[in-house]
């Protein structure tokens, strides 16, 4: 959902990277005001910021009420919220009269695509690994490219090619913490996740973690916040194992395009497009979604003027950290569930560099403490064999914060810090990096990933997706395990199906109220 009276905030600085030392320090605010960083030596960098725009949702936060108008139009389907899992559930409901409502001017949510001077990169979600989704994209026309690449990683300094498929015995790391890498990797493999999975989801990955050294907690507290936006003592031992018998990246299966999964995004937007004009309203930020008799009254705004529609059911494809506020009438378990959801600040911060950097894997990650706790070719599936070293080269580089730093994320000079710190860690890891890199593009968001705690998988991801009247639940937070294109898939498809069947009873004359009792 995004506020219609303020573009999308895209603020463009000039400054100079500057020392080793600038690394360590954010951009003073008098340099902010001026513009211009001129200390210390290097090549000039211009810094893009980019924001989601959430002020009306912070008002809907806060508790403001609105005088909501009576509906002035009427929809089969309303879904509100334009990522993934909406824009998949409108895909599949094309053939109803749907209406997308999605907050920012553009759709995808985590997943959107960028380009610079011919480069596409991604401002978040970067590859997918599922048959489903892989199927999905062939149906609306696009190719697949398979990645090919096993990660590096970057330890103590030192590039480690393929490092879970033995890079790490020839890490620089003490001979100990090689056999202790092996040893978690051996033990991973022999654990029955689906038998125990109610065990390791009440239990912290950091105990499954204590009996090995401590640099493989180290590795994973910086893997978590990439992938489920949680390190080790937050994250549920369930999620934890089962990516240690994922094996981070080895998976064959793996694809991508230049610029990520947002690609995926904008070709469904053109597909619901095709199926019929109107479908898709974006700058449009919810603000109630209640039931009312055997419909559902959605009331957002667009264009600074508030709207009702009343549709026969609706679909929140939004975070629950936004539904809980403006689902009225929730039961109390299932906003108590919701509410116990926890979601963290990102950042992502992408390189442009006028020559090639780094082009020896697709995916390289780095162990705690680094802030780049990963970083990727953006163009890897159509330049990794090239041989060329003059071309233009986009490394995106994800640096998550805590979530006692999702406050700080909204000041300026607090995030160009970090966009010195890449350009700094990437030239001390690749000599000469500075001197390529001619700008640096910053998005951040407040709540992009749901973090993969103890409980959610089975405790609250069931409560939270149970339909409530004619309100169904999706996004990615309502599946549990990890917040990934494929899972937001699943809630798509699961709600398109609870509609369509909705849809039809009520055509029969039978009206479900979504908590299995049937009224006429």
Request: charge should be neutral.
């Amino acid at each position: 959902m995004t506020e219609s009276h303020k573009p999308n905030r895209r603020q463009a600085i000039k400054y100079l990277i500057a020392g080793a030392a600038a690394s360590a320090c954010p951009i003073p605010e008098e340099v902010l005001a001026r513009g211009d960083w001129t200390q210390g030596a290097g090549a000039p960098v211009h810094a893009q910021l980019e924001s989601e725009i959430n002020t009306i949702c912070h008002k809907v936060r806060d508790g403001a009420q609105f005088a909501l108008p009576k509906p002035s139009a009427e929809h089969e389907v309303v879904i509100v919220g334009g990522g993934p899992s909406g824009l998949m559930a409108a895909y599949r409901l094309r053939s109803q009269d749907v209406l997308l409502l999605e907050k920012e001017p553009r759709l995808g949510g985590d997943a959107l695509s960028e380009e610079w001077q011919g480069e596409w990169y991604s401002t978040g979600s970067a590859y997918a690994d599922g048959e489903a989704l892989e199927a999905l994209c062939r149906e609306i026309g696009m190719e697949i490219y398979r990645i090919k690449s096993v990660d590096a990683a970057i330890i103590n300094g030192r590039l480690v090619p393929s490092f879970w498929e033995g890079g790490f015995r020839e890490s620089p790391y003490p001979e100990s913490v090689k056999k202790s890498f092996a040893k978690f990797q051996a033990d991973m493999k022999g654990i029955d996740t689906e038998k125990s999975a109610e065990k390791l989801d009440s239990m912290t990955f950091a105990e499954i973690l204590s009996p090995y050294a401590p640099e493989v907690k180290l590795w994973f507290d910086n893997f978590g916040p990439n992938n489920w936006g949680a390190d080790t003592e937050n994250t549920s031992a369930l999620v934890g194992v089962e990516s240690a018998q994922w094996g981070g990246g080895l998976s064959s299966r793996r694809y991508t395009w230049p610029g990520g999964l947002g690609r995926i995004s904008a070709a469904l937007e053109a597909a619901i497009n095709k199926a019929g004009s109107g479908r898709i309203r974006k700058n449009a930020t919810v603000v109630s979604v209640e039931n009312a008799g055997s419909g559902v009254l959605v009331s957002y705004f667009h264009d600074q003027e508030l709207i009702t529609v009343r549709a026969r059911a609706a679909i929140i494809a939004c975070p629950k950290h936004i539904g809980k506020h403006i689902i009225k009438g929730l039961p109390t378990e299932q906003f108590q569930a919701m509410n116990a959801m926890r979601y963290a600040p990102y950042l992502v911060i992408n390189a442009c560099a006028r020559q090639v950097i780094y082009n020896g894997s697709y995916d390289t990650d780095i162990p705690a403490p680094s802030p780049i706790v990963d970083f990727n070719v953006a163009g890897w599936v159509v330049e990794r064999d090239s041989k060329e070293t003059k071309r233009r080269q986009v490394l995106t580089c994800y640096v998550p914060r805590p979530e006692a730093d999702r406050v700080q994320i909204l000041d300026d000079a607090y995030v160009l810090g970090f966009g010195q710190k890449v350009v700094e860690l990437l030239n001390t890891w690749f000599p000469g990096a500075r001197e390529k890199i001619e700008e640096v593009h910053i998005y951040r968001r407040g709540h992009p990933l749901f973090m993969s705690a103890p409980g959610v998988t089975t405790r609250l991801a069931p409560k939270i997706r149970q339909p409530f009247g004619n309100v169904f639940m999706a996004h990615s937070d309502s599946e549990g395990d990890v917040s990934t294109y494929e899972s937001a898939q699943q809630a798509a498809n699961r709600t398109a199906a609870q509609v369509m069947q909705a849809l039809k009873k009520r055509a029969a004359g039978r009206v479900p109220d979504g908590a299995g009792r049937q009224t006429a």
